[in-house]
Every structure is written in C-alpha cells, then in structure tokens.
C-alpha cells in the first residue's frame, strides 16, 4: 500500500512557477514508477510527467516539454514537479501518481494506476 500526499499547489500568474511535491509512505517507494496527471474542469485527467524508480528516464506531455521538470529523492520518499512559464492552459488539479509499469510497460496512462493522491490545485491567472 502508497499513501501519496501532494502539496505546492496555488494561485501563480502566468509566466510564473510552482514546485509541486508529492510525499509517499512506505518503504516501497523505490520500486514505483512515479507520475503527475491533471484534471481541468470539465476535462478528463490527463498525463503530465513520469520518472522510472531510479530517476533514470523521464518523460513529458509535449505540451509541458522545457517547462515542466519532474524530480525524485529516494531517500526522501518524495516526488517533484518544478513548473515554469505557466499558462493559462495549465490550470488544472495536480495528481501525484505511483505505479510500477511507469516507463517499463506500456504508455504511461492514467488507466489502472494503482495509487492516487488527493491532488494539489494549481490557478494560473492572466
């Protein structure tokens, strides 16, 4: 079992930046696969960034590339999620995500992810 408990989240004008954290429980947090998804109103969850267990390889939505930077501390059982330039467009609940196909099976989805956290909101205003 993951408990996943997000925080960082706020209201940021655009251009700004927020770092999200996502604190896991557990002494398992090293064998997951760790993303971030979010949800706009109206919306359906959708994928942001994803790091492998050991921070090896991550990957990004096209539409967060060299903006977003996902991060990990093992040691700390917590995951980032450094966002810069924001926009409008990028306002949305913040999900913290575990699962261990994350980079090693399949695309990364929020289909059957196993453990959620609550989510953290993000505003960006014009």
């Known amino acids: 079992q993951v408990q996943l408990v997000e925080s960082g989240g706020g209201l940021v004008q655009a251009g700004g930046s927020l770092r999200l954290s996502c604190a896991a429980s557990?002494?398992?947090?090293?064998?997951?696969?760790m993303g971030w998804f979010r949800q706009a109103p109206g919306k359906e969850r959708e994928f942001v960034a994803a790091?492998?267990?050991?921070?090896?390889?991550?990957y990004y939505t096209d539409s967060v590339k060299g903006r977003f930077t996902i991060s990990r501390d093992n040691a700390k059982n917590t995951v980032y999620l450094q966002m810069n330039s924001l926009k409008p467009e990028d306002a949305a609940v913040y999900y913290c995500?575990?699962?261990?196909?994350?980079?090693?099976?399949?695309?990364?989805?929020?289909?059957?992810?196993?453990?959620w956290g609550k989510g953290t909101l993000v505003t960006v205003s014009t």
């Open positions: 995500a575990a699962d261990r196909r994350f980079g090693v099976v399949g695309p990364i989805t929020a289909d059957g992810v196993p453990y």
């Open positions: 557990g002494r398992t947090f090293f064998t997951y696969g």
């Open positions: 790091i492998t267990k050991e921070g090896a390889n991550t």
